[in-house]
Structures are given as C-alpha cells and as structure tokens.
C-alpha cells in the first residue's frame, strides 16, 4: 500500500517537474538568447551562448544607448505601476466593500454595471478615450496625457471593474458578524473597514495586486496613446519598441530588456508569496 | 443610518469617477461614433444611423472572425480553466519546491509582446518541424500555425500556457479559503483524493469558477495581442467563397478595419463584439451563479 | 468617524495636487516618424540644425516596433498633439489627413526631384528617400551554377537558370532557389500582395503610365498582361523555400540568403543594415521582376513615405525651412546618405549610399528605364485585408493558378466600393 503510494508520487512528482520544463522553454530562450549578439540570435536562436560575458555587455548597450531613454522608462514604470496599484487597491476594495455592505438597489445596479463593463473591447475606447482625456483635461486645467498622473487616473478606471469583482466575490464570504460587533464597539463605518475587513483581504489582495501590477507593467497601447512613442514620460514596453525597426530589429537588444524588465516582477513575486502563506496563517489564528 | 450610507457613498465615489470618465463616456461617444461617418480625423461628421451594422454582416471576412472567435473562446476557456485548476492544485499539495513551481507557473504570463510572438514563432515553426523531421513524424514537419485547421489550437495551446499560470493564482486563493480540516476529514473518513477534489473542493470554491470562467471567457473573446504577435491572422482559407484570414478573430479584424481608416465601420464591429460578450457573459454568470446557489 | 472622513479627504486631495502639477511646453518644431533605422541620424541631424539656428530646436518623435503609425498619429489629433511635421505613406492617408497637410508647391527642393507627393497638380510631401527593389541574386552562387544575371530579363530566362540552379542545389549548399515570404502569418503579405503585385501595376510600363492601375481603380484586370504576370508568381513560388515562404518572418527570410542557403531574395534594398547586421560578405545584385514575355530590365523605384507640414501649426514655416534644408544643403545631404544611409529622391544629390543594393538602385535610377510603384494609390487595406490572403492561398497551392486567377479578377472588380 505504501509502497505503491510512494511509486504514484514519484510519477506525479516527475510529471510536475516535466511540465515546469514545458513552461521554462520559451523563458529560457530569452535569457539563452540574451547572451547572444543580433546575428547569433537570428542564425541559431537554440543554441547555447559560446560567451556569456555578452549579457553584460547587451545590458551595457540598453542603458548607454543615447536615443532610448531606458533608465528613465524604467522609473517612469515604475512610478506609474506603484501609484496606480495603490489606488486601484485601495478605492477597489473600498467601493467593493461599499457594495457589497448596501442592500440597496443601486449598489446592485453599480456592481452590474462595473462587471458589464469588463466586455468593452480596448478598441472601442480608444480613440474617443484620448479625445474626452484631452477635453477633460483642459475643462479640469490638469494634464491628463503624457503625465504620469494622468496615467495612474486611467489605470484606475481601466484597473478598478476586475479588481472590484475579485474583491467583491471576497467580501461576500466575510462573516458580517465580525463587523457588527466592530459597530457595536462603536468604531465607525470608515474605520470599521480599515481595522477590521482591510486586513482580512490580504491573500485576495496580494492576487489583485501580482494581476494589476503585470497587466501595468507589461502593457502598451494605453501608453501609447496616452504618453506618446518618445514623449517626456515613457514607459518599458513603449522604449523597447525603439529596438524594433520595420525591418530592422535589434533581438539581442529587445530580449536583453524584455529580460531586465521581467527581473523585478519575478522578484516581487518571490517576496509576495511568502506574504499569501503568512496572511492564510494569520486569518486561520484569528 | 444616514452617516453610514455617507460614508459608503464617498467610498464608492473615486473608482466611479475614475471609471465613468475613462470607460463610460469614451464608451458611448464610440457609440456615437459608430452611427456617423468618423474616419478618426474629421472634426465634422455625419450621422448615418445603423448603416454599418448592416454592411458587416455581409463580409464573409467578418463572419468568419466572429465563428473563429466563438471557436476560439470555447477551446480556450476549457483549456485554461482546467490547466489553471490542475497547476492549483499541484501546487497547493504537499510537495517540494512548491513555492518555485508557483512561479515558474506563472512566470510565462510575464513575457509579453513581440518576445512571446518571436519565441513561439520560432517553436513552431522551426523547432517542432525540425523534432518531426528527426522522428520522421509527418504531422509534426508542416508548422500548426500554416494550416488553418490547426492555427486556432495553436493559439489556445500559446494561450493556456501563457493565462494558466494567472488563473492558477485565483483558484490558489480559493483552495487557500478552504479550513485545511475539511479535506483531512473528508481523508480519515475513506475518500479517495479525486472524490475530496471533485466532491468536496470544487463545490466550495464555486465562487472562484464564477469569476475565473467569466475572466478567461471575456478575455478569449476579446483576444488580440497574441493573436497579432503570433499569427498575424494567417493562414489564409475560402469561406463562403472568399479567401479570408484563417485565424483572424474579432479583435484583429476591428484592430485592422480602423488601420485602413475605416474608422467608424470599426466602432460599429466594436459594438457588435460588446452585444455577443454581454449576452455570452450573462449567460454563464447566470449559470454559474446559480450553480453557486445550489451548493 | 469624523477622522476617517478627514483622512479619506486628506487622502484625496494630495491624489487631486498630484495630478495637477504640469510641466510648461516650449516652442519647438515637432517631427513624428516611424524609421527606427534612422533615429539616431535623424535625433542628431536635429540636434545639429538646432546649434546651427539659434531659437528653433526640432524635436524627433520616432514610432518603432513597426506598430500602426496612421493609428497614432490620429491619436495625437485626438491629443490636440498634431506634429508639426509628420509621415504619409500614400493617397488613403493623403485623404484622411489632408485637413492637417499644407501646400509645399513653392519650396525650393520641389523641381530637384521626381518622386514628390502630388494631388490635383499641387505637391504636398517631401520624399523621405527613394527605396526599391527587384530581385536580389548572390552573385558568387550564380557563378558557380553557371548563370549569367544579366541574361534574366525574361520569364523564361527565369525558368531556365531557376531550374539549372535548383538541380544543383545540393553541391551549391542551397535550401531553395528563392527566399520569399508571402505568409498572412509571417507578416510577410506586404511581400507579395504589395511589392511583387506592383510588377502588375507598373512593370515593362513607362516610369510615370499610371494607366494599369487606374484601369484597376475602375474594377478591371488586363487578363492577358494578368495572366503573364500570374505565371510569374507561379514560377517564384515553386521554387521559393516552403517554410519561410508559407510561414516564415521577415528575419528568416533574409537569414537564409544571408546564410547562403537561397540563390535569390524578393526584397528591396532596405535589407542593407540588415545584411551588415548577418555579416554578409559575398556580392549582391539586383535582377529585374521581369515576368513579361517580352523583356524587361527596369526595377522597381518608389518613395514609400513622405513628410508633410502641418499648416494650422505656427512653426510651420519653420518646418518647411527645416525640410529645405535637408534637401539642400551639405549638411542634409550628408545625413540623408552617410548618416542615415538613404539614396535621396533629389538630383543635385552626389554622394553615394554604402549598401550594396543602394548602389544598385542609384545605378539603375542613373541609368534609367525603371518602373514606378504604384500601390500608395490603392485604397487603405487593400494589400493586407484583400490581396494578402489571396496570395498566402496561392502559396499554399502553387497549382491553382486558375483559383488565383479569379481570386483577384474578384478583388479588383470590388476595388471602387473599397
């Protein structure tokens, strides 16, 4: 009996390690190939880099290169990814909680309408987006496009309908006794939410977190349009582009910064995961 | 009473400032849009009613981007929901590494853009017809992206292997829900681990399969990076007479339509894509929700 | 309570004064292009004409990834962001933008060239560069299978050498005869669909007869001139390589001429860098598409893309004099051939391009007897949405010919109501 246990896990245990190599393929390919100069990539994208002392030297020519800004795009990335994840977390589970707590008509009618909206195709918004944005803008005399606030704005509209969603079907599942007795202890609503249900959220909140933060991170059209190809404020997706002529496409280049900015989402994910497990323990204490 | 409904008024304010201005009004001023004859440029336009709509379901090329869509969204919310159900629950059992696996399932979802169209792209149209050649496999040597009755299931395979890890995250959250003792019960009293799973877990995070269905359903639909870095929309096949793009879904065809500044033609196949989503996705959301009920 | 809300508000306010602060925008001449290639020469062409003119300073904003240009440039009308001097790659967007395109009939570069953007007699572009192409041998795979490029000038001279090069293809080391890609999926369409297709249009014609594709513009094929040019599609696609030509991108068909692996490449002569990117050594020419059953031995020259001023801008004569002086003095000229390594659409022009097939192009476009490109005046999509698969179709089954035939007969008759 045993014995066959120990025999069904070893097989399952290969399988998993068999199926994290089919997953690790193409990620490999990009840091194989990142040690490779443009000719060697296109050649013989396979094989093994004859000199790894190229990565560092791919990595040196990203951030000497003189017309793209990728330091920079790389900041800008960064303020943008980080602000606009604080707010979308922040007012999502807000208006989640809000939403979830009012047993009124319109608070269904507004969830429908949130969740009605995660259909709308990018492409119908997006050229009446970057009007009204313009024309919004100048009535609010704030600038809206090519500013990094006006990106953060846009991400929170783009970011809160999924991340209310995810909260929402959360929420629900929280007892409501454990915030009525918070009201009974006299904490107002406000901070009943802050102290009591905000920190229960924390496993969910960390999954809207990794989701919104790559989604951000990684996208490119929204920045486009709204910052513009080599305008003041750029951001990772838009100045790898740079390395990519019509016809001329510089693939060490490309893979060597696709690599850079994949590093510190993978690192975050490292470090987060150890944040999920803690928040399970801390709610099964409690 | 009246304070606490403030409160909730002025928590749900910023996101439906934020979302009425970014997604709502350029929504219906698109909707506008798409009864003129906007070309993306013109100050000035004229209203034209519903001539678009009429005229795109006459073009054999948009039929076929809307089956190909619909095909497309079937294999794909099948085959991402079960990987993304599968990696959970490796990845939640007592295993070693695990926390390593978890990433690494995950870690395809971080390449994005022309790198995932170039990798793939290269798999398989190089390396697999290469591995056929050397294992003298016939069905291997023609690259799936080159014939149209494979493209479609080339793309969900790319698809799964790139979302699996995402939805993986949602069903790990879940599972993570479930008090630890409610399996070890269901373990002490004899069940097999098919029967805890099917029985026991999957009932209770029904309401994980609600959001990941609808999540991987919209998306599927609404498909187009991959798509464009990918395949371009190739191979070409005959459909009702007319060479049309094989793997061409919704998106890329509106994507294209605007390119050759067919712009309000495009708003108007835009609508006709948010009608079939908002019908497809209330339907599983009601079925599902039901589902949910019954547990 | 009253604390929460006063944080909530707090909260709220610093978000408001976030989004308030906005930097303040200088007066400059602003250029939006979608040539990679050449941001570097063009950002310090910029630079240096800004030294050289105190208080103008131009600013170069370059679309890369190959990504829909028209696209954003109307997402920078939508932005009020209009550039100052933008790109136009045919009528259709000639037509779309023309409320934003002023008249440069009077400019000085005007009579030195012949290749500028023209519309009811009054010239409205600036030539980027002449660009063009024909087919591209290696010469030193030609020698040794015996074959003399200067003999093809004919469809059956093709016939002939690519059968004598194909029964050698094993001692010469060949994959295929020819590298041409043609696949919807590649991204390649514009191969086919667009470049050979304009042997149709313009091919055997005098440079400037226009006369086969208005017919075209009206709805109607020249069956027999069709039929000529079909049996020549034919011909390269049976002895093109299958897998670059059915599914094979842009890279992989001018590694595997690089390579050596193919005899003949079907691309236009901005393959250069990317030759001297694969370290190519071996010499290139260029053989005409000649798929006539008489003879041809003209290529093909073309402006792909022209600048154009936006006239409600108030630095527009400030662009104009920008313009000018490209193609006017040493400086430009030096940027558009050393620097960026273009062949320049202007006559006063002497210096010479580094590219092998640059040099063959300047050489052909001395000695004359070249045909025009014609497909800019297409309506928009019409290379991509409509010949583009009509080609990957007639690559996946070379045989049909009478299937392609009619295909396109289809196609050309729905040209008006595009």
């Known amino acids: 009996m045993t014995r066959v246990h120990r025999g069904a896990r070893v097989l399952a245990e290969l399988a998993v390690v068999a199926l994290f190599a089919l997953f690790m393929i193409p990620f490999a390919m990009v840091v194989l190939n990142s040690a490779k100069t443009a000719q060697g990539i296109i050649f013989d994208p396979l094989s093994w880099p004859t000199d790894w002392g190229r990565l560092p030297r791919n990595i040196g020519l990203i951030f000497s290169n003189s017309t793209v800004r990728y330091a920079g795009a790389f900041l800008d990335s960064a303020l943008i990814t980080f602000f606009s994840l604080v707010v979308i977390v922040l007012f999502s589970s807000m208006c989640a909680w809000a939403l979830v707590r009012t047993r009124k008509a319109w608070a269904t009618i507004l969830f429908f309408v949130f969740v009605a909206a995660m259909v709308i195709p990018f492409q119908v918004l997006m050229f009446p987006l970057v009007r009204w944005m313009r024309i919004l803008g100048d009535f609010l005399h704030v600038r809206l496009l090519q500013s990094i606030p006006g990106m953060v704005f846009a991400y929170l509209g783009f970011g809160c309908p999924l991340s209310?969603?995810?909260?929402?079907?959360?929420?629900?599942?929280?007892?409501?006794?454990?915030?009525?007795?918070a009201t009974i202890d006299g904490c107002g609503q406000a901070r009943t939410f802050f102290e009591i249900v905000f920190p229960l959220l924390q496993p969910i909140i960390i999954t809207v977190l990794i989701l919104n933060g790559i989604w951000i991170w990684n996208d490119y059209l929204l920045p486009l349009l709204m910052l513009g190809s080599s305008g003041a404020v750029q951001t990772i997706p838009i100045a790898v582009t740079a390395f990519a002529g019509a016809y001329l496409k510089q693939w060490d280049l490309i893979l060597t910064s696709t690599l850079i900015a994949m590093l510190p989402v993978i690192v975050l994910y490292l470090f987060a995961q150890r944040y999920i497990i803690r928040g399970m323990i801390e709610g099964a204490i409690k | 009473m009246r304070?606490?409904?403030?409160?909730?008024?002025?928590?749900?304010?910023?996101?439906?400032?934020?979302?009425?201005?970014?997604?709502?009004?350029?929504?219906?001023?698109?909707?506008?849009?798409?009864?003129?004859?906007?070309?993306?440029?013109?100050?000035?336009?004229?209203?034209?009613?519903?001539?678009?709509?009429?005229?795109?379901?006459?073009?054999?090329?948009?039929?076929?981007?809307?089956?190909a869509s619909a095909a497309y969204t079937a294999i794909n919310v099948t085959l991402v929901n079960a990987a993304g159900f599968a990696l959970a629950l490796v990845v939640t059992g007592n295993l070693r590494f695990r926390n390593f696996y978890r990433a690494g399932f995950f870690a395809p979802y971080l390449i994005g853009g022309i790198v995932l169209g170039y990798i793939w792209q290269f798999l398989f149209n190089s390396a697999i017809p290469a591995l056929g050649k050397a294992l003298s496999i016939e069905a291997l040597q023609v690259s799936f992206l080159s014939r149209a009755d494979s493209v479609i299931w080339a793309m969900s395979f790319v698809n799964t292997w790139q979302y699996a890890g995402y939805i993986m995250l949602i069903f790990i959250a879940a599972i993570q829900a479930i008090p630890a003792s409610l399996m070890e019960a269901a373990k002490v009293d004899g069940a097999g681990y098919f029967r805890r799973v099917f029985h026991i877990l999957m009932p209770m995070m029904a309401n994980a399969f609600t959001i990941s269905l609808f999540l991987t359903l919209t998306t599927s639909f609404k498909q187009f990076d991959m798509n464009f870095t990918l395949t371009n929309g190739g191979p070409a096949t005959r459909f009702l007479d007319q060479p049309v793009m094989a793997s061409q879904l919704l998106a890329m065809d509106i994507f294209n339509t605007a390119k050759a500044n067919r712009m309000a033609e495009a708003q108007a196949k835009a609508v006709v894509l948010f009608v079939a989503l908002v019908a497809v996705s209330l339907a599983q959301v009601s079925i599902n929700k039901k589902k949910e009920v019954e547990q | 309570m009253r604390r929460c809300i006063a944080t909530f508000l707090i909260l709220s306010l610093g978000l408001a004064a976030a989004v308030m602060a906005?930097?303040?925008?200088?007066?400059?001449?602003?250029?939006?292009?979608?040539?990679?290639?050449?941001?570097?020469?063009?950002?310090?062409?910029?630079?240096?004409?800004?030294?050289?003119?105190?208080?103008?300073?131009?600013?170069?904003?370059?679309?890369?990834?190959?990504?829909d240009f028209a696209g954003a440039l109307k997402a920078k009308i939508q932005a009020g962001q209009m550039p100052d001097i933008f790109v136009i790659e045919g009528a259709g967007q000639y037509n779309v933008f023309k409320d934003y395109i002023a008249d440069l009939s009077d400019q000085p570069w005007v009579k030195d060239t012949d290749l500028a953007f023209k519309a009811n007699g009054k010239v409205y572009g600036f030539p980027v560069a002449i660009e063009g192409y024909g087919l591209a041998y290696n010469a030193d795979i030609l020698k040794k299978a015996g074959v003399d490029p200067a003999s093809l000038t004919t469809r059956a001279a093709y016939e002939t050498a690519f059968a004598a090069i194909d029964a050698k293809k094993k001692d010469l080391g060949l994959d295929a005869v020819v590298s041409m890609a043609a696949s919807v999926s590649g991204g390649m369409w514009w191969v086919a669909g667009q470049h050979n297709l304009a042997a149709y249009w313009g091919g055997g014609l005098k440079f400037d007869d226009t006369s086969v594709i208005q017919k075209a513009l009206?709805?109607?094929?020249?069956?027999?001139?069709?039929?000529?040019?079909?049996?020549?599609?034919?011909?390269?696609?049976?002895?093109?390589?299958?897998?670059i030509l059915l599914n094979g991108s842009y890279d992989n068909q001018v590694s595997s001429f690089a390579q050596g692996k193919t005899a003949f490449l079907h691309q236009g002569n901005w393959v250069d860098p990317n030759l001297k990117q694969l370290g190519?050594?071996?010499?290139?020419?260029?053989?005409?598409?000649?798929?006539?059953?008489?003879?041809?031995?003209?290529?093909?020259?073309?402006?792909?893309?022209?600048?154009?001023?936006?006239?409600?801008?108030?630095?527009?004569?400030?662009?104009?004099?920008?313009?000018?002086?490209?193609?006017?003095?040493?400086?430009?000229?030096?940027?558009?051939?050393?620097?960026?390594?273009?062949?320049?659409?202007?006559?006063?022009?002497?210096?010479?391009?580094?590219?092998?097939?640059?040099?063959?192009?300047?050489?052909?476009?001395?000695?004359?007897?070249?045909?025009?490109?014609?497909?800019?005046?297409?309506?928009?999509?019409?290379?991509?949405?409509?010949?583009?698969?009509?080609?990957?179709?007639?690559?996946?089954?070379?045989?049909?010919?009478?299937?392609?035939?009619?295909?396109?007969?289809?196609?050309?008759?729905?040209?008006?109501s595009m």
Not at chain 3, 31 to 41: N, R, S, T
Not at chain 3, 401 to 411: G, L, V, W
């Open chain 3, 218 to 243: 009206k709805g109607q094929l020249d069956d027999a001139r069709f039929a000529q040019y079909a049996k020549y599609v034919q011909l390269l696609f049976k002895y093109a390589d299958k897998n």
């Open chain 3, 22 to 67: 906005a930097p303040a925008k200088p007066a400059t001449i602003t250029m939006f292009q979608l040539k990679v290639e050449i941001k570097d020469a063009l950002d310090a062409y910029a630079a240096k004409y800004g030294a050289a003119n105190p208080g103008v300073t131009v600013k170069v904003e370059t679309l890369g990834g190959g990504a």
């Open chain 1, 164 to 181: 209310i969603f995810i909260f929402h079907g959360f929420i629900k599942n929280i007892p409501y006794e454990l915030e009525e007795s």
């Open chain 2, 3 to 67: 304070r606490q409904s403030l409160v909730k008024v002025l928590f749900v304010l910023p996101c439906v400032f934020a979302f009425t201005m970014v997604i709502l009004v350029p929504f219906f001023y698109g909707l506008f849009f798409s009864m003129t004859n906007w070309n993306g440029v013109s100050e000035t336009t004229k209203f034209v009613g519903f001539l678009h709509f009429g005229k795109v379901f006459t073009q054999p090329a948009f039929i076929h981007a809307f089956l």
């Open chain 3, 280 to 416: 190519v050594a071996f010499k290139i020419g260029y053989a005409p598409h000649a798929f006539l059953d008489v003879e041809q031995k003209g290529l093909y020259l073309f402006a792909p893309s022209w600048y154009c001023v936006n006239p409600k801008s108030p630095n527009a004569a400030a662009a104009k004099a920008f313009l000018a002086a490209m193609a006017g003095t040493a400086e430009g000229h030096d940027y558009m051939v050393n620097q960026a390594g273009m062949i320049p659409a202007f006559k006063s022009v002497k210096l010479q391009p580094k590219g092998q097939l640059s040099q063959a192009l300047m050489a052909a476009n001395a000695k004359g007897g070249n045909y025009g490109v014609f497909f800019g005046m297409l309506p928009d999509g019409a290379g991509q949405n409509v010949f583009g698969p009509i080609y990957d179709l007639f690559a996946q089954n070379p045989a049909k010919i009478d299937q392609f035939i009619s295909d396109m007969k289809k196609a050309v008759a729905g040209l008006p």
